[in-house]
């Protein structure tokens, strides 16, 4: 189906493993974006991307590493998963900038549990 | 920064009540607004937006008004139906491009009771 999936949609690890979730859109749009979602904090921005090898951090980059050779793909890494890492990842696309397609579209999360 | 502050909850209605959930946020010159619903398991769904001042978004008989003088985007919905209970998210983005991510509030969990 088209549209934006993610996977693992569940995953259990432990401290110090690495760890990458992945992301993959159909609709070839340009900007990616990978938000963790925790109770008490609504949804923060980790990465995000403009375009194939353009990646920039967002407000809560640290513990994550991100790359985009592709413009469908958005993986995201954990280099050493930590507990406080333990959440629910969602990436999210849209097609453009200005405010007619600014509209971002979210997969269906992954929910990362880190022992 | 830019911020957007929204009621938690859990909010508990009845079905068929009028349901109205208030967003208010901070930003610096005219973001889009957003309105997004999360049910369980299951990720964010766009429920609506508005682009500028005075605009209305609609969708599934929810709608929000770009309110600039107040710096609000309250939502409302005038009989709720149990298939409404879900978590809902107000957001906003800054005007700058489309690399900017969302800034969301901390969402509102809404319970409809038959």
Not at chain 1, 70 to 79: A, C, H, I, R
Not at chain 1, 88 to 99: K, L, P, T
Not at chain 2, 21 to 46: D, H
Not at chain 2, 91 to 108: E, H, I, R, V
Request: aromatic share 12%.
């Amino acid at each position: 189906d088209a549209g934006i999936t993610q996977s693992p949609r569940y995953k259990i690890t432990e401290t110090g493993r690495q760890v990458t979730l992945m992301c993959h859109q159909t609709w070839s749009h340009s900007y990616m974006f990978w938000y963790r979602q925790d109770l008490g904090h609504g949804l923060r921005l980790i990465y995000y991307s403009a375009a194939a090898d353009i990646t920039d951090k967002g407000e809560v980059p640290d513990g994550y590493v991100v790359s985009r050779s592709k413009t469908e793909n958005f993986p995201l890494t954990l280099e050493s998963a930590t507990r406080s890492q333990t959440s629910v990842y969602f990436c999210a696309s849209s097609d453009g900038g200005d405010r007619s397609s600014d509209t971002q579209y979210f997969g269906p999360g992954t929910r990362l549990t880190v022992l | 920064g830019n911020s957007v502050t929204q009621m938690e909850g859990p909010v508990t209605l009845s079905e068929e009540a009028f349901l109205t959930i208030n967003c208010t946020y901070t930003a610096t010159g005219y973001p889009s607004l957003f309105w997004y619903v999360q049910y369980p398991g299951e990720g964010l769904q766009l429920l609506l937006k508005a682009t500028k001042a005075d605009d209305k978004g609609s969708n599934k008989g929810f709608e929000a008004t770009y309110r600039k003088e107040t710096t609000s985007f309250h939502l409302e919905k005038g009989s709720v139906q149990v298939s409404d209970s879900a978590v809902y998210f107000c957001a906003l983005k800054s005007p700058g491009g489309g690399a900017d991510g969302l800034t969301f509030g901390k969402g509102t969990h809404l319970i409809i009771q038959p």
